[in-house]
């Protein structure tokens, strides 16, 4: 079948069109160009936006590795900075994980909009990667067939415009498209609701400590997260559906000071609040990822709230198996990769998704506002400081380092 839309162009005919130019959909154009194979990258946005989006810092060695391993971690080994350590703070304390001491390993931190920027150069402009920008109402067609095509209206001349090809990559993230492409009968999405809210901040302001901080109180969870010598992430837990708007300056910070504070350290550095959104906590998971010649990689397969900094890693995780098994098929005719992709993914999304939800009832536990809920959450923090075993289980689920998933 081919897909030709009246009055349109005739259709385009790339190997693989990839919805989505996060972190997930560029690396896996960044792989498919560095095998000299030709693609397409669709995205809503546009290059200054996706270049500026603030979101994920805490990347994970592996995942670091990975993108060296592909030429694209130039920037990132220059400039990111490590962290080997995080610290709670509860009942007035602090207690400081030094987990990489126990790992080997430890995180770097570098912004996402700094890793989409260097991915967005690689792939256009030194790849010689093709990629729209702005485009409107992208439509799947064909992907049970051996001929998909994908559909979507050109910013330019406001035209229909199709792309005929052997497979489309879904990397169009939590609110894209390409996941309801998958038939209800054919793919289950398994969701979780934390039934809580955090507001998410950046600020104007150099971090407080040179580490992750993890305030649990019995007013509510908050985290400080260095993103650089100049801006802080902090989250303070807050009603699912509340207003950021009740949340200005002033509140914020006394919340913030309260929260995080511990025996024997200094208040926060304050500063002003350059981001400020309420994020429904939640988590879902698409299976399989796979739906014909459709393949879901990141956020559009699975979501996973930002309890343990995973997301980004895990988008990158799915990236790189999906790159390599796609280039395995087009240059070898070898559909190995692609035959075990889902289920490969899989094991590691499921295996963090677990330790998200273990975390999370160590932040939020204090205030669930159930003593039973207190007292097992406080169980499980002083575990971590009175038993090497526990501290060294929880690094290795926290750096994902553990040797298979
Ligand atoms: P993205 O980054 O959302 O990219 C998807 C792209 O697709 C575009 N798009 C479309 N394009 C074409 N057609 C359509 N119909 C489209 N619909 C959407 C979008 O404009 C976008 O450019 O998904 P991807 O590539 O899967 O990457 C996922 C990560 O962005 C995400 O998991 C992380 O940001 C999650 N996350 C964190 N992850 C970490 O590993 N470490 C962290 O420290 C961390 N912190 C965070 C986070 C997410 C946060 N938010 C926004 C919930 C902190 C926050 C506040």
């Not at 390993?105 to 702005?134: M, N, S």
């Not at 998958?182 to 609701?193: D, I, K, N, Q, T």
Request: glycine fraction near 10%; proline fraction near 7%; aromatic fraction near 8%.
């Amino acid at each position: 079948m081919t897909y030709a839309l009246p009055g349109s162009p005739a259709p385009q005919r790339r190997p693989v069109v990839i919805v989505g130019a996060g972190p997930a959909g560029l690396t896996v154009g960044n792989v498919l160009r560095a095998a000299g194979l030709d693609c397409l990258v669709l995205e809503t946005e546009t290059r200054e936006f996706i270049e500026r989006r603030p979101r994920a810092g805490v990347l994970e060695e592996w995942a670091v590795r990975g993108l060296a391993q592909r030429g694209l971690a130039r920037n990132l080994l220059e400039r990111a900075e490590l962290h080997t350590a995080c610290e709670f703070r509860f009942a007035g304390e602090r207690y400081r994980l030094s987990y990489a001491e126990l790992t080997g390993c430890h995180h770097f931190v570098y912004p996402q909009p700094l890793l989409v920027t260097d991915l967005v150069r690689e792939y256009a402009d030194a790849r010689g990667g093709e990629i729209r920008f702005g485009v409107r109402d992208v439509e799947l067609h064909g992907l049970d067939t051996g001929r998909p095509a994908v559909s979507y209206t050109c910013p330019e001349t406001g035209r229909r415009q199709v792309v005929a090809c052997e497979f489309v990559a879904g990397c169009d993230g939590a609110r894209g498209v390409t996941r309801a492409s998958l038939p209800p009968e054919r793919a289950r999405v398994a969701r979780h609701g934390y039934g809580i809210g955090w507001l998410a901040l950046l600020a104007e302001a150099p971090p407080s400590s040179d580490c992750v901080l993890f305030g649990c109180h019995p007013r509510g969870f908050a985290g400080h997260m260095p993103r650089s010598p100049e801006v802080t992430r902090y989250y303070l837990q807050c009603p699912p559906g509340d207003d950021p708007g009740n949340w200005p300056h002033e509140r914020v910070w006394a919340e913030l000071q309260r929260r995080l504070r511990a025996a024997g350290v200094p208040p926060l550095a304050e500063g002003p609040l350059i981001e400020k959104r309420v994020l429904d906590m939640h988590d879902y998971v698409v299976e399989p990822m796979v739906f014909g010649r459709l393949f879901l990689a990141g956020d559009a397969a699975h979501l996973v709230a930002p309890v343990a900094a995973k997301g980004m890693n895990l988008a990158l995780h799915d990236a790189f198996l999906l790159g390599d098994a796609l280039v395995a098929r087009l240059t070898e005719g070898d559909d190995s990769g692609l035959e075990g992709y889902s289920q490969a993914c899989l094991r590691r999304v499921w295996d963090y998704q677990e330790f998200s939800q273990w975390l999370s009832e160590v932040y939020h536990g204090a205030a669930a506002g159930d003593p039973f809920r207190a007292g097992t959450a406080v169980a499980r923090l002083r575990r971590l400081f009175t038993s090497p075993a526990a501290a060294a289980a929880f690094a290795e689920q926290y750096l994902g380092s553990a040797a298979r998933y």
